[in-house]
């Protein structure tokens, strides 16, 4: 579940003592990058780690989406509507440099590149904003509630995945109103998860347990595949990396009636079968 329970209207940031610089690199994204990796290999975290600042303008209390860090700049929404971004380096309340509250609830963690911030909310909507001034870019009605992050690929396309079980590519640099998917999939089930884009494929799983792999760029209509079936929900993104000249994919799944959560990996090019899996 990749939602992070920010608690109490408090937003807290970790004072780090890092070998190079004092932000590190950016993570700019739900598990910081396409394949939510959730790996800095620019950072060398040592303890202790402490507090350096908190924000509580978080209403109505708390958020369930977690927060981003790009140049320099912290960005995070809310359910109460309002999405924020915040002045990272503050040694005591940070400053807001920007902030909008004409939204119904910010469920999605936002995605930063391009100059953009771009998140979605839970009426289907994706906005995109300047990231440095605020400026209002773009907006896009999907078929269902955001709840996963939009993810970036190196061109400049974003995709993202809502409740209505479609997953939608939008090529988000240069686009204008209104905007028009670059192409759209519908899946077998709802998607609360973020997808994840590893070399040509998008990988996205469903809430009914399936795992579906998608052409990030088709030479014709867009064809989804099922790669496999966990039999059990899968509601968090799952993480893509290589694995001996294999794509591999790792997931937890919820169970159901009567069986335990579980810790899945699967690879290769059919991905049929289970490589590990641990409750």
Known sequence: FERAFLGLGLLIMSS?????????????????????????????????????W??????PGISYTSPVIHD???????????????QADSDVT??????????????????????????????????????VTGAFKWSYKA???IFGSPVFDENGRIFFADSSGTVTAIEAVGAVAPVAPY?????????????????????????????????????????PMEIFDADSPIRGSLVAFDKAGDIALVFGTLG???TPPKRIMIRGDSMNDVYWSVT
């Open 183 to 223: 192409w759209e999939a519908k899946l077998n089930g709802p998607l609360w998860a973020s997808p994840t884009v590893f070399g040509s494929y998008v990988f996205v799983p469903t809430l009914k347990g399936k795992v579906f792999r998608l052409d990030r760029i088709p030479s014709g209509p867009i064809i």
């Open 94 to 131: 940070p400053q807001i440099i920007w902030s909008f509250e004409n939204f119904t609830s910010v469920d999605s963690s936002p995605v930063v590149g391009f100059g953009m911030v771009i998140f979605g909310t839970n009426e289907g909507q994706v906005h995109a904003y300047d990231a």
């Open 72 to 86: 320099g700049r912290v960005y995070v929404g809310e359910l109460g509507g309002k999405f924020y971004a915040l």
């Open 16 to 52: 780090l003592t890092l070998a190079g610089p004092p932000l590190g690199d950016n993570w700019s994204t739900f598990k910081k990058d396409a394949a939510h990796t959730a790996i800095n290999r620019k950072e060398d975290i040592r303890l202790p780690v402490k507090n350096k």
């Open 256 to 258: 159901r009636d009567g």
């Open 54 to 59: 908190s924000f509580s303008g978080l209403k």
């Open 143 to 145: 078929r269902g509630a």
